[in-house]
């Protein structure tokens, strides 16, 4: 046996450990709004911070020593004061930041919630639905979703489709496909005002959850739709189809697909992201690839079996991506040239 390699497991094990407790201290920092209690305000004593948030002092102070250890704080000794820079503001606290990352803490606490379940589907198969998972898995992926819609969908991935934006612009009829609570829709409506969006979600909280943002937000070119995609009309007719990262978590993939593909006009677009993860699992040792990975029973795969689906989860790669195109008798499936950490996209024409 090499000691070498159990060293290094043991270590990452150690590391795996302590960023689960990470996740969760962050996750608490979150909910009750510690992150945002100390963006901008400069250096804090646990006891002001505590008075500012209307927490206990004691649990506070352990917090803070806590995110301090993980490096999402600042402390300094001389003043007992804790701070949080710029930096970590951006990506912890401020939710229009182009760098917000505070909703990725929901997705695991709010899945761990169910390990009583999970343990049962891993005996005895089977999966939890979106409506067992519940509300939150839905908001996780909301603000998950929220920096990348609002600060890249129209200013850098759609202008890497030929043709497409002249086109928006000039007014086209549009589909988003698994649009939750509608972010995406949204974005793209305020963008491309004499094109008419219409997002469509088979849940029917976050379809209500959409409307209600829409409504707030004023728009007048936007509708959402609360039927799965393998019910769209016959005659349904679309310059563009989007789906972001929804299509591996379908119960019937395929046939969304063919769903999607009959659903275009035939000059129409169909733009597809899926996760930037591998099906070869050696490919997939890496940070993103590791995240991912892990997640997918947890979630994608596990929604996908409730329905006694395809259980896809959500490791397709390139090949997979190109595989289902082949299935779904779409004639050109390219790959765009969008630099994103987690996502891959896909253009593919009828």
């Given amino acids: 046996m090499d000691e070498t390699k159990v060293k290094s497991l043991i270590d990452r094990v150690i590391a795996d450990r302590g960023g689960s407790f990470v996740v969760a201290l962050a996750y608490v920092g979150d909910r009750l709004g510690l992150f945002r209690a100390m963006h901008g305000t400069g250096p804090l004593t646990s006891e002001a911070l505590a008075r500012k948030a209307g927490l206990n002092e004691r649990y506070v102070r352990e917090w803070l020593k806590g995110m301090v250890a993980a490096e999402y704080l600042e402390y300094d000794p001389g003043a007992d004061a804790y701070s949080m820079t710029e930096e970590q503001g951006s990506v912890l606290a401020d939710e229009a930041s182009k760098t917000y990352l505070g909703g990725v803490f929901q997705l695991p606490m709010a899945s761990f919630q169910h390990m009583p379940r999970f343990l049962e589907v891993f005996r005895d198969g089977g999966g939890l639905s979106y409506a067992e998972l519940g509300d939150e898995i839905v908001e996780a992926h909301d603000r998950s979703h929220r920096s990348p819609f609002e600060h890249s969908l129209v200013q850098d991935w759609l202008p890497q489709v030929d043709g497409l934006e002249a086109k928006l612009h000039a007014g086209a009829e549009i589909l988003d496909v698994g649009c939750g609570l509608g972010r995406s829709?949204?974005?793209?409506?305020?963008?491309?005002?004499?094109?008419?969006?219409?997002?469509?979600?088979?849940?029917?909280?976050?379809?209500?959850?959409?409307?209600?943002?829409?409504?707030?937000?004023?728009?007048?070119?936007?509708?959402?739709?609360?039927?799965?995609?393998?019910?769209?009309?016959?005659?349904?007719?679309?310059?563009?189809?989007?789906?972001?990262d929804c299509i591996h978590d379908m119960a019937d993939p395929l046939g969304a697909l063919k769903a999607i593909r009959g659903g275009l006009e035939p000059d129409g677009v169909f733009v597809w992201s899926e996760l930037n993860a591998s099906n070869d699992p050696l490919e997939n040792r890496n940070p993103v690839g590791r995240m991912i990975s892990a997640i997918s029973p947890f979630h994608c795969l596990t929604v996908s079996l409730a329905y006694g689906g395809m259980g896809l989860g959500n490791m397709l790669g390139e090949s997979g991506v190109r595989e289902l195109a082949i299935q779904a008798e779409f004639s050109q499936c390219e790959k765009l040239p969008i630099k994103n950490a987690l996502q891959q996209f896909f253009a593919l024409r009828p």
């Fill in 185 to 244: 829709s949204l974005v793209m409506a305020r963008a491309y005002p004499r094109s008419r969006v219409h997002g469509l979600d088979a849940d029917p909280q976050a379809i209500r959850g959409a409307r209600a943002s829409a409504e707030e937000a004023g728009v007048d070119n936007l509708e959402y739709l609360n039927l799965p995609i393998g019910d769209l009309p016959p005659d349904a007719a679309y310059d563009f189809i989007f789906a972001f």
